[in-house]
């Protein structure tokens, strides 16, 4: 008895937290709250279940408070329903069936007139208030409909992200869902508009202008300028340009089929390997004629500095280059953009404005690739060093739990904190890093420390060197978008301000 008791029990618990259920507002319904009070009403009156079965009852209570309401009659709670079967007849079956019909009444209504011509009489504000009209009849019908369109309206207003998940989205905007443009964007991009159509930019203008971050129609030519890739002055970029992709296609002619020899087999292969791991959740990357391109650059960089070779980790470093100056194309999100619907000459220009911009970048950082990697080694033991000094319960913390720095900060060295944040806000990041002396190189130890210090308390509440680990491997920034990094980028300048032009103030 109590075996078959036990089954019944793991049987009806089959729903446990993190199970896939339908959800409320997408697909399915919630329960009619008028049927709900009903049902909790009556089943109160039911007779109670034995008291031996107290824990499987209150169980079900969470249960039926918790899951969705088209699982009353599923299968696997047959055993569920089958013991309450006196509570269930209880329901009205008439409210139940008329409700039933007017639904589907409704839902045949808007998939046979699923946009109606505007009306003065027949639009529904999106507050779900109805409009006053002359019509009795039409003011009845507008009613019926605002209460079927309510979930319908609610779930539009958020954003519509149906083919990629979140951490994939590429589009810089705010996470919150800010409006695309404010007034002071407009004035900022008009402000950009003016220093780079001058006919010798700003430079430095230009880096203060940069570093709260660059409007997405003015980026990449932007990030030509701060990168060093293009000159200053106007007359010389065109021809800057042709030259230097001229250069690049030269060296894959030179040097590109020299990966199958026997002495670079080994570099083009891990690269061959590394690239369809880079950003697997966004389609972009996933396209073969991408991965031929990034394997061009990757392999041409890794025979140009024979010092370090590639190093796993390079890969994610061309991706932002790439995303940006393929934006200058391309109108729409560029996440799930087709790149053979572009002209061989447009794609020839990305390839080429990614490699020179990437081979810029990895010139300030080339020791954190080079043998042993001795630029990550100092970097990761200048963070121990920092957070020691600003946050040291923390710093005890992992002290306590034999927790080393190396063991999640040599990810955040060697990938620019690109495997710990979206896309998008690595995008935002390099704004900033761009328009800092040393930004790749210096800078990005107090966005280090400030991005650590910011999962301070979720830190502290682990206690133990696994979960510690998990969560510094795993930090959940998905949700992430221009605040979050703005205020992560305040924080790392405060903590230049106060300890880089005074080393002694972290060394005890």
Partial sequence: MAAESGRHFWKRSAKLPGSIQPVYGAQHPPLDPRLTKNF???????????????????FHEFARNTSDAWDIGDDEDEDFSSSSSSSLQTLNSKVAKATAAQVLENHSKLRAKPERAPSAFSDVPTNCKVIKSSSEAQLSRTAEEACVRTPLQKQQSLPLRPVIPLVARISDQNASGAPPMTVR??????????????????????????????????????????????????ERRKLTLQRKREEYFGFIQQYYDSRNEEHHQDTYRQIHIDIPRTNPLIPLFQQPLVQEIFERILFI????????????????????????????????????FDVTNLSQDVLRSIEADSFWCMSKLLDGIQDNYTFAQPGIQKKVKALEELVSRIDEQVHNHFRKYEVEYLQFAFRWMNNLLMRELPL???????????????????????????????????????????????????????HWGNEEIGLLLAEAYRLKYMFADAPNHYRR
């Fill in 40 to 58: 909790i009403k009556d089943r109160s009156k039911a007779n109670a279940l034995p008291v031996k079965s107290k824990k499987a009852s209150s």
């Fill in 185 to 234: 964007e407009k004035t900022r991009l008009e402000k950009f508009r003016q220093l780079l159509s001058s006919h010798n930019t700003d430079l430095d203008e230009l880096r203060k202008c940069s570093w709260p971050g660059v409007p997405r129609e003015v980026r990449p030519v932007t990030w030509r300028l701060l990168s060093g890739y293009l000159p200053a002055n106007m």
């Fill in 301 to 336: 960089w890794a025979i140009r500095h024979p010092a370090s070779g590639y190093v796993q980790g390079i890969n994610d470093l061309v991706t932002p280059f790439f995303v940006v100056f393929l934006s200058e194309y391309v109108e729409e999100d560029v996440e799930n």
């Fill in 424 to 478: 998008r806000c690595t995008i935002r990041l390099w704004d900033t890093y761009q328009s800092e002396p040393e930004g790749f190189s210096h800078f990005h130890l107090y966005v280090c420390a400030a991005f650590l210090i910011k999962w301070r308390k979720e830190i502290l509440d682990e206690e133990d060197f696994q979960g510690l680990l998990m969560l510094l491997q795993n930090l959940p920034t998905i």
